[in-house]
Nanobody, 121 residues
Framework: VQLQASGGGLVQAGGSLRLSCAAS????????TAWFRQAPGKERELVAR????????AVSDSVKGRFTITRDNAKNTLYLQMNSLKPEDTAVYYC???????????????WGQGTLVTVSS
């Protein structure tokens, strides 16, 4: 499956952005998907994940209550709604996919190219 992330940009602290990840090539609903991020000088971290039919979702503690992960299988698209953004949310955000909900959290098989989110204070 091919993934292409979009929607990043520059936003002030307290603002919102919605990231999208368009998928193509395979049956999108067969894959669990996730958002990761990597800030400058830091390791890549899991932000949120969602199972193929949205039965299961999880977000990291650092974004809980502010970020929401959803997907639309009819549109082959994954989303990340980010509210109440903080400067520490500044990072390159990557979408990813894997054959299982468990696997997507640590060893995704497919990655998108990343989209930069910059939150100014």
């Amino acid at each position: 499956v091919q993934l292409q992330a979009s929607g990043g940009g520059l936003v002030q602290a307290g603002g919102s952005l919605r990231l999208s990840c368009a998928a193509s090539g395979r049956t999108f609903s067969s894959y669990a998907t996730a958002w990761f991020r990597q800030a400058p000088g830091k390791e890549r971290e899991l932000v949120a994940r969602i199972s193929g039919y949205s039965t299961y979702t999880a977000v990291s503690d650092s974004v809980k209550g502010r970020f929401t992960i959803t997907r639309d299988n009819a549109k082959n698209t994954l989303y990340l709604q980010m509210n109440s953004l903080k400067p520490e949310d500044t990072a390159v955000y990557y979408c990813a996919a894997a054959v299982s909900y468990a696997r997507v959290s640590h060893t995704p098989e497919y990655w998108g190219q990343g989209t930069l989110v910059t939150v100014s204070s």
